[in-house]
C-alpha cells in the first residue's frame, strides 16, 4: 500500500528552540509524525510537553528550527508570511478552548467573516453557507443573536462552525471540552466524530481521558518528543 496517497500531515524531524535569556530552550526534538486523511488524532502530554507548539508547527502559525513540514502536499515550512496567510486560511480551521468569537458581531457574522478574509466564495452565497454551517453544528437558531447571549457549548459550536467557513481539510482544536461540562463536551466530540466521517482530518489536543474512544489515534509527548 503506498502511504503517500493517504498521508495528509508528514512532520519529518522536526525540531523548535526558542531563545531565551538564560540559553535556548529546545520544544520540540526530532518529531516525525504522518496523519491520514479522515483520522481523529489526540495529542496528549503534560503542561510543557510541546502540545502547542506542535499545533503551531501544523497550523503554519510558527516554523520549526530545523525539518520539514508537508500538508496536503505543500512545504508549508517553506512558504512567506504572505503565503502562509492564505494558506492557512483555506487548508486550516482552528477552534480555540476559549472560542475566541468577536464579541460586537452576530455568530452568524462570525461565521461568515473567514469567507470575506479569503474571498473563498462568492459574497452572495457566505451567508447561505454560514447559515447551513449553523444548521450542521444544530445551532441554526441562535444565528443572530451575540455570543454573550449564547452558553459555553453553543458558543464552541459556533466556533466549529467558523473554522470549517472555508472547508479546510484539516481543523485543529486546542482542549475544546476544557471549558464545558461532560455531557456537553461528549456532544461536541460527537459532532468531531462526524466531521471526520465526512472526510475532515480533525486534529485535537486534550486532556480528557473519558474521549479517548473517539481517537483513531493518540501522540503522546514528553519533553518535546513523542513517547512509543
Not at 504572505?82 to 480551521?93: C, P, Y
Not at 473567514?114 to 459574497?123: A, E, I, L, W
Not at 481539510?169 to 461536541?188: F, K, M, Q, R, Y
Request: glycine residues 8%.
Amino acid at each position: 500500500m503506498n502511504q503517500q496517497s493517504t498521508s495528509l500531515i508528514q512532520l519529518s524531524h522536526i525540531s523548535k528552540t526558542f531563545p531565551l535569556a538564560a540559553g535556548s530552550f529546545q520544544a520540540l526534538k526530532d518529531i516525525d509524525l504522518e496523519i491520514s486523511k479522515g483520522q481523529l488524532v489526540a495529542i496528549t502530554g503534560k503542561s510543557g510537553s510541546g502540545k502547542s507548539t506542535l499545533l503551531n508547527i501544523m497550523s503554519g502559525i510558527d516554523k520549526p528550527t530545523a525539518g520539514n513540514v508537508l500538508i496536503n502536499g505543500i512545504r508549508v515550512d517553506k512558504l512567506t508570511e504572505s503565503e502562509l496567510a492564505a494558506w492557512r486560511g483555506k487548508n486550516i480551521g482552528v477552534v480555540f478552548q476559549f472560542f475566541q468569537l468577536l464579541p460586537t458581531l452576530t455568530i452568524l457574522e462570525n461565521v461568515m467573516l473567514p469567507m470575506d478574509f479569503c474571498n473563498s466564495y462568492p459574497r452572495k452565497e457566505r451567508r447561505d453557507r454560514a447559515l447551513a454551517l449553523l444548521s450542521l453544528v444544530d445551532i441554526k437558531d441562535q444565528a443572530s443573536k451575540l455570543p454573550s447571549a449564547l452558553s459555553g457549548g453553543q458558543q464552541q459550536r459556533a466556533a466549529i462552525a467558523r473554522a470549517l467557513a472555508n472547508d479546510p481539510p484539516v481543523l485543529i482544536a486546542d482542549e475544546p471540552t476544557g471549558n464545558l461540562d461532560s455531557h456537553t463536551g461528549a456532544a461536541i466530540m460527537e459532532l468531531f466524530a462526524g466531521l471526520v466521517k465526512a472526510g475532515k482530518t480533525v486534529i485535537i489536543v486534550t486532556h480528557e481521558k473519558d474521549f479517548a474512544g473517539y481517537f483513531g489515534s493518540t501522540v503522546s509527548l514528553l519533553d518535546g518528543a513523542i513517547v512509543h
